[in-house]
């Protein structure tokens, strides 16, 4: 049975709920799912999972949280080669900037990006529901 990982920080809620819709199409997919705040994975935790869905929304000038998201993300940089991940979250103003960085930054890591990633702005719609639920789902495949 694939091993497959959710870690996501969240602010308001909104990339908190993007999270649990990941988990709920990697079980409707017929996999093991974990949810973990980024306090609670590592590079040791990265190396135990198939696959890893990443969640951070945009801050500030369109960049990864900093206090607890992107020290965690930039301690598993080096695992991720090869590892098949997926990447979501929502933003509040701007065009998406921090996410093709952030796709880009993880492809240049040798990354398998196993789909599109899914942003959202604010609150998830409908649409970005049945894409998160989507991506759980990609991530076992």
């Not at 705040?37 to 040791?44: I, K």
């Not at 969640?55 to 949280?65: F, I, K």
């Not at 080096?78 to 960085?101: C, H, Q, T, V």
């Amino acid at each position: 049975m694939n091993k497959i990982a959710v870690v996501f920080w969240s602010g308001t809620g909104n990339t908190e709920s993007m999270a649990e819709l990941v988990a709920k199409g990697v079980k409707e997919a017929g996999a093991e799912v974990t949810v973990y705040s980024p306090a609670e994975f590592n590079m040791d935790a990265l190396n135990q999972y198939d696959a890893v869905a990443f969640g951070c929304p945009s801050m500030g000038d369109e960049v990864l949280e900093e206090s607890e998201f992107e020290p965690m993300f930039s301690e598993c940089k080096p695992g991720l080669k090869g590892k098949k991940i997926a990447l979501f979250g929502s933003y509040g103003w701007g065009d998406g900037e921090w996410m093709r960085n952030w796709e880009e930054d993880c492809r240049s890591l040798g990354a398998v990006l196993v789909s599109d990633s899914v942003i959202c702005n604010e609150t998830p719609d409908q649409d970005a529901q049945n894409a998160c639920i989507a991506l759980g789902k990609v991530l076992v495949s």
